[in-house]
């Protein structure tokens, strides 16, 4: 499930007992239980998509668009922030890690915490939001257990990639809209966030919807999916826009999603770096690439956004409906319904019987089949450009 | 390190540092620097004092090439600071910054230290060796395989200095290195800094710690160097000392105390 | 995240698990956890025999399995989720108890709950004996791209020092009175989330300046590299091979 919720901590989860009201009871904690507290808390609430839950082949396809994805980023970081790219995304990518432990206090007993996707889009770009993210859920996966290590492909794909790209092209698009000027900038973050949390649970119901283990209605999944999220979701953007906000108060020029809409000084670009903010982030060249990007991100957008809804509409009969808006009316802040919805449907055969021959076979095959490609592109891909290859490739290509 | 491909220069070594007419404006058109002037011998330390905004820093960032583009020139030991000789100077000039958490950037302590050099190419039993000799230099030996997130304020000091040392650069350049650190850090530090055999330029508001370790200092104020003297001297020329916001803490006077080894 | 944490599953020890070069031990976890995801739900012993194998690696590395067990409790979650398919998932049903189940959500459920079970506790072993910094060499020595290794050593060297920021904002804004109870307080807490993020950014930078000082030029210098013989490979491989055989075998059997 979870996928996209699964870092979706936004919100609503009731903290159990132990858990005590948001940020710091009434009793001044002493430092190392906040320590605790802020190293503990979000760990056993962020749920990745484990193991087992996307089929196999599924899993390799989409670990092989993670790694494409992740190899695009990788060029685009760099040209963006050429060498400082390591130091720069890396701080970022620990900034997002210990943001995401920051509890937002709903009301009582509830809270809920940035999955920073959209965040990270609006921060840092795209590209270097990609990273970031994609790092933090590659470590969470080796370091924490978070996450299933096949289901990395899915996890970096649905949470780093969708949702920071959907942030990320909303974002572009309104600021080009609406009038230029802050406001804009943070009004814009709010709906890019908003509507970057539902992207992200419609992709995971699509990959569902073609590898999913189990059978399920894909309407219901898309309605229980798309509702919890667009909640979620809600949060996700008011963190964000007001994060966004506050960074734009004191330090405006480090805000990509809010570049060019200041008339910097003349700035004469005079080689080495420093002062950051002038010589290292004018409007780059990559201008005329980003515009092609951009195309290219729209259209994967709205193709998934129409497969979401077309599928949604194809399948899902008004029982399914109640039914799911039913459970979800009830308690959406527990836990088991996050779970209870997210997850569902799998138009993969599954017939038992002949599953295990045409199953089998597909899934060895597939397997096999995108390992080898993938290694084989990624071969190529690597001789002519080390710096851009992707993750996932490399080890799947070595396991196998 | 690396042979100097040409040393050229005077035969006598030259000066570890020369900078003459320095100038420099960022980008936004505040200008910081207006035209520095001072050399440093070789072997000397000396302290780099100035008020808040003086433009230390900026001097700082303009030694090893890191700030360019203004007017002037800074050569280190001969060598102008250019796009040209980048690497060689970067080697030359050991630039300790001010936080020790930005300087040790690496997962452990050796890799740290390992950094530069093998930046420059050495690798192997070479590079350990080297790794070795410069964390026993700094006392921190035995500290090789932790992680920097793991060691006192006053450790992670000592490994910057280490950082910078494996390079046996021309040039120690120490930025506050006596800011947050606990008495007997600040001793333990100012003796590895007093046994090492190179040139040291220290910036810093400690003035008891620059006359303890420097015999000689710079004032630098408004952009430009306001007075070059003896250290004792200009901490007790009270009108010099006002007249640039420096400030002895209380009861301390340069003029009690007795300089030593 | 990072060194030192409470979180982190590392367990120091000498096991001749320990001491398996890292990128050994990640391609084996990977390539078991991939034969795993590969079976056939039916095959339901098969999963006994992964359970098995992973147990005679946990003692072989001496892991207790108290700390395993309790890591598993801890991160399976999804087990919750696991419980719920039998209820939604369509086709026949079956009734259990007086309830009416799904058939093949039941077999969804136990295929995601054996699996994903599996899976952790994987990934809890590798994690259990190596080190963060091992980690990071196995991933550079499988040819991850090397940018992205860095990005996360640096996230990992400065993830300590990032959250030890944002507790002293929080210790900072609760020494003046401030409580974070609701909605109404997100403001402040975002204030500190956008202070933390320009400190971050900027200590980037500050750490590029650092890297440069000493001769970073775009590529950082290999130090460390992790090498294993053919020995260590088999060894580490013996798990993913052995699960192999019994994958095979739940297909034909």
Redesign the interface.
Known sequence: MHQPSPQCPIFPEILFSNLRPGIGATTLPTTTSLLHKVCNKPHHRTVHVPDGFINAPTSAVTGLVAAGALAVSLRGARRELDERTA?LAGLVAAFIFAVQMLNFPVAAGTSGHLLGGALAAILVGPYTGVLCVSVVLLMQGLLFADGGLTALGVNITVMAVVTTVVAHAVLRGLVKLLPRGHRTVTAASFTAALVSVPAAAVAFTLLYAVGGTTEVAIGKVATAMVGVHVLIGIGEAAITALTVGAVIAVRPDLVYGARGLQQ????????????AP??SRPEPAPVASRSHHKLWITGLVTSLVLAGFVSFYASASPDGLEKVAHDHGIDKAEKEHRYADSPLADYGVKDVSDARLSGGLAGVIGVGATVAAGSGVFWVVRRRRTAAEAVEAAPSSQAL | MTASPASPASPASPASLEVSGLAFA????HQALFGVDFGIGRGERVALLGPNGAGKTTLV?HL??????GTGTVRVAGLPVG?KHL?EI??K???V?Q?P???L????VR?DV???P???GL?GPE?EARVVAALERVGMREFADR????LSFGQRRRVAVA??LV?EPEILVLDEPSSNLDPASRRELADILRSLDVTVLMVTHDLPYALELCPRSLILSDGVIAADGPTGELLADDALMRAHRLELPFGFDPRSVTMGA | M???HTHRLYRHGHSPVHALPPHTKLAAVFAFVVVVVSTPREAMWAFALYAVLLAAVASVARVPAGFLLKRLLIEVPFVAFAVLMPFVAEGERVDVLGLSLSLNGLWGAWNVLAKGTLGVAASVLLAATTE??EL?LGLQRLKLPPLLVQIA??M???G??ITDEMRRMRIARESRGFEARGIRHWGVLAKSAGALFIRSYE?GE??H?????????GSM????EVTASRAQWSYALTLPCAALVVCLLGWTL
């Open positions: 130091p910097r000084l003349k700035l004469r670009v005079n080689g080495e770096l420093v002062d002038a010589a | 960022y980008p936004d058109g960032l090893n090439g890191i700030l360019g583009g796009k690497a970067r080697q000039v050991g630039i910054f936080d958490d930005d300087q950037f690496m997962p452990t890799e390992a950094f530069g093998a930046a420059a690798k590079l992680p920097p997130h793991h950082t910078v390079m | 990072g060194a030192g963060l910094r990071l050593s640096f990992i060297r400065y300590d020092v200590r500050r750490v300046l650092a890297m440069v000082s000493r001769g970073y030029a210098p290999v130090i460390d």
